[in-house]
Nanobody, 115 residues
Framework: QVQLVESGGGLVQPGGSLRLSCAAS????????MSWKRQAPGKEREMVAI????????NYASSVKGRFTISRDNAKKMLYLQMNSLKPEDTAVYYC????????WGQGTPVTVSS
């Protein structure tokens, strides 16, 4: 079955960096677009970044453009999110999402940006 396991979240000071990872299994990873989404306390889930099946053109939420970078390693079945210049408003649970005919979500990894 499809499994998505995120890691790399934690507590970081404003201006700091974190790299999130997502290990995928149970499907042909290289065939599908992947994305990162997040849910801040008291808010709805929102798309952070999305990457096509073989990389190439990526898209970002305007709030993270220029600070976050999504990437993937199809050979390792891994998805990444490099987050730089973090702000308190980036505090959220971050989810790895696989866009098959059904959308699959990981369990999420919390990111807290605070001094």
């Amino acid at each position: 079955q499809v499994q998505l396991v995120e890691s790399g979240g934690g507590l970081v000071q404003p201006g700091g960096s974190l790299r999130l990872s997502c290990a995928a299994s149970g499907f042909t990873f290289s065939n599908y677009a992947m994305s990162w989404k997040r849910q801040a306390p008291g808010k709805e889930r929102e798309m952070v970044a999305i990457i096509p099946s073989f990389g190439g053109s990526t898209n970002y939420a305007s709030s993270v453009k220029g600070r976050f970078t999504i990437s993937r390693d199809n050979a390792k079945k891994m998805l990444y999110l490099q987050m730089n210049s973090l702000k308190p408003e980036d505090t959220a649970v971050y989810y790895c999402v696989a866009h098959l005919s059904t959308t699959y979500w990981g369990q999420g990894t919390p990111v807290t940006v605070s001094s």
